[in-house]
Structures are given as structure tokens and as C-alpha cells.
């Protein structure tokens, strides 16, 4: 069974411009969540959906959004990108309602901003 | 709020050697309580989880953590340590039935030394 998929794997951006990272979990699973991790601030929870609803929501500002497809698949989008935004941007999956059922990553997308 | 506090950025041990990585969390509401892996340039991998029943868990690959509930903790341990294990530990936290979200602490580096 494929694990959680992330593409692309790597990203260079210029500041102030906009980018889109995708995640496909694994089969079957409804809930997709979404990290970032940095050195300096660790990993941090982005937002949740589960059937195509966020339902969870991190302190993240506007520029950060999120939206999840009848096929659950996942995309994050951050507009006006910051050099801060660089980091390692993590999704992962679901097959339940609630964490109880554990979380899968996926191997993440690298976003380096220049 | 929740939170979580690995008391250790860095654990230096010898190979065969017994190792514990230490976690404490803060919550005035029940939580389940989860170890990650992640190996460089990876993404996270779950070790095992505390949900109900049986304070001590068990991984397949030797690990094990207790959850102790007067000292708010769940400490991660393994008898003996092997080179492979050298990666970095997260200990997180969820709220008892809530959705998606999951609070990490800093991490804890293991290196095992030859």
C-alpha cells in the first residue's frame, strides 16, 4: 500500500511570490493534516481537513491556506512568501476521525526561499 | 494549553548501550501521547503511541515508553542501542478526541557511537 505522497520533494521560491505543495494519503484515509518544521521554531500544526472540511487550524497568518478535494488529496498554498518560510513542510494522514488512529507522514517538501 | 518539553536536545550513547529520552508534557485535559522518528532527510515516522489501558507501550524494534500520569511524563527507552538508531526522537500530545492536531516537543537528537 503507497504510503503519503508529497510533491515536489524540493521548492525554490523568490520572496514574494506564491506556491502550492501537494499531498495524496495514503488510500482510504479522509484526514490530512500539515507541519512545518524549522531549526529554530520545531514542528509546528498548520491546519486540518477531513472530507474536504478544515476543521483545525494552527496560529498561522492568512498568507498559509489549505483546501482538500473530494479524493482527499491536499494542497497548501502560502502567498507573499517570506525568506521565513523556509522549511520543511510536512502532510500527513489519516484513516480516522481522531488521532487515536496515529498519523503517517509523508517525506516532506523542502521550501527554501531566496 | 497544551504543551511539551523533551528535556534533552542531544543524547550521545555507545552502541549496546541502554538509553532513555526523556519527555514531559502539560495538559489540564486528558491526551494521548505519541514518540515519532525521523531519520535524515525523511519525514516522521510513528514509534508508538499511549492511548488508553496499559501505561507501558512497546514498539516492534525495542523500544518501549511508560506514561506516568502524576509526573506528566512519558520517557522513551531501549535496553540497547544500535548504530541504525541514530536519528531524532519527537515526543507529541493530542487531546483526547480532538482532530488532527498534534503538539511536538523540540526533539531530542540520539547518537550512538560505535
Known amino acids: 500500500k503507497a504510503g503519503v505522497t508529497q510533491t515536489p520533494r524540493y521548492l525554490i521560491k523568490t520572496r514574494g511570490q506564491q506556491v502550492t505543495l501537494s499531498c495524496s494519503p495514503i488510500?482510504?484515509?479522509?484526514?490530512v493534516s500539515w507541519y512545518q518544521q524549522t531549526p529554530g521554531q520545531g514542528l509546528q500544526f498548520l491546519f486540518e481537513y477531513f472530507s474536504e472540511t478544515q476543521r483545525n487550524k494552527g496560529n498561522f497568518p492568512g498568507r498559509f491556506s489549505g483546501r482538500q478535494f473530494s479524493n482527499s488529496r491536499s494542497e497548501m498554498n502560502v502567498s507573499t512568501l517570506e525568506l521565513g518560510d523556509s522549511a520543511l513542510y510536512l502532510c500527513?494522514?489519516?484513516?480516522?476521525?481522531?488521532?487515536?488512529?496515529?498519523?503517517?507522514f509523508g517525506s516532506g517538501t523542502r521550501l527554501t526561499v531566496v | 494549553a497544551q504543551s511539551v518539553t523533551q528535556l534533552d536536545s542531544q543524547v550521545p550513547v555507545f552502541e549496546e548501550a541502554p538509553v532513555e529520552l526523556r519527555c514531559n508534557y502539560s495538559s489540564s485535559v486528558s491526551v494521548y501521547l505519541f514518540w515519532y522518528v525521523q531519520y535524515p532527510n525523511q519525514g516522521l515516522q510513528l514509534l508508538l503511541k499511549y492511548l488508553s489501558g496499559s501505561t507501558l507501550v512497546k514498539s516492534i524494534n525495542g523500544f518501549e515508553a511508560e506514561f506516568n500520569k502524576s509526573q506528566t511524563s512519558f520517557h522513551l527507552r531501549k535496553p540497547s542501542v544500535h548504530i541504525s538508531d541514530t536519528a531524532e526522537y519527537f515526543c507529541a500530545v493530542s487531546i483526547s478526541g480532538n482532530t488532527g492536531k498534534l503538539i511536538f516537543g523540540q526533539g531530542t537528537t540520539l547518537q550512538v557511537k560505535p
Open positions: 500527513a494522514s489519516s484513516s480516522g476521525q481522531n488521532t487515536n488512529y496515529g498519523y503517517t
Open positions: 488510500s482510504g484515509h479522509r484526514s
